[in-house]
């Protein structure tokens, strides 16, 4: 298993500022994801992030939009950059400890851009 | 990655009536994973289903993967208030990456 320590866990943010999610997990990891949730919405997977080299991004997300760093195999950040509301949501780091087993996830970052 | 749709996208039960959601691929899956989300929680995995055909149960829950590997369903006998919350099914990529369901929102009445 894998116990996961997400900060932060909400903010309210000014539009056109930037929020960087912080992703520390207790053991090492060989996979981490970021997630998007819009209230009562599925989760929509934006990337990959992948250790010492550039993260891996979905359809629709782009990196001068979503900068994600993986420095190690236990700690990685989401930022979003110059935020508009339409980036309020929740924002869930996930880690598999071996690929093709079971997610886990943070408790998730609560976004609110005005 | 393709999404997976799940029905109903809602349904209210009384407690102790059962209760049923389907996953619905166009494509063959590779496994498919089931995960529970409460209200203002986080996902939180239930069971990872490899096989065709195959037959997964957990107390009350049963998980079922179908001969085709393109459809899932889950289904709760006599649920509980503690049944509540919204339930994805997901699968992953040759890229290993997690794809989720459009989920399915129960709510238990007691």
């Known amino acids: 298993s894998a116990v996961i320590s997400q900060k932060p866990s909400r903010d309210i943010c000014q539009r056109g500022t930037s929020l960087t999610i912080q992703c520390q997990v207790d053991?090492?990891?060989?996979?981490m994801f970021w997630y998007r949730q819009q209230p009562g919405q599925s989760l929509t997977l934006i990337a990959t992030?992948?250790?010492?080299?550039?993260?891996?991004?979905e359809s629709g997300f782009v990196i001068d939009k979503f900068p994600i760093s993986r420095p190690n195999l236990t700690f990685s950040t989401l930022t979003v950059s110059n935020m508009s509301p339409e980036d309020s949501s929740i924002y869930l780091c996930?880690?598999?400890?071996?690929?093709?087993?079971?997610?886990?996830f943070g408790q998730g970052t609560r976004l609110t851009v005005v | 990655g393709q999404q997976v749709m799940q029905i109903p996208q809602y349904q209210h039960v009384q407690e102790g009536e059962d209760f049923t959601t389907y996953c619905n691929s166009s494509?063959?899956?590779?496994?498919i994973q089931w995960y529970k989300q409460r209200p203002g929680g986080h996902p939180v995995f239930l069971i990872q289903?490899?096989?065709?055909?195959e037959v997964k149960k957990q107390k009350r829950l049963t998980f079922q993967f179908g001969e085709a590997k393109k459809n899932s369903s889950l289904h709760i006998t006599a649920t509980q208030t503690t049944d509540v919350g919204t339930y994805f099914c997901?699968?992953?990529?040759?890229?290993?990456?997690?794809?989720f369901g459009t989920g399915t929102r129960l709510t238990v009445i007691p």
């Open positions: 053991s090492q990891v060989t996979m």
């Open positions: 992030a992948n250790q010492g080299s550039e993260a891996t991004y």
């Open positions: 494509t063959t899956l590779s496994n």
């Open positions: 996930s880690v598999e400890v071996e690929a093709n087993t079971e997610a886990f």
């Open positions: 997901a699968h992953q990529t040759g890229a290993n990456n997690l794809f």
């Open positions: 289903l490899v096989k065709s055909g």
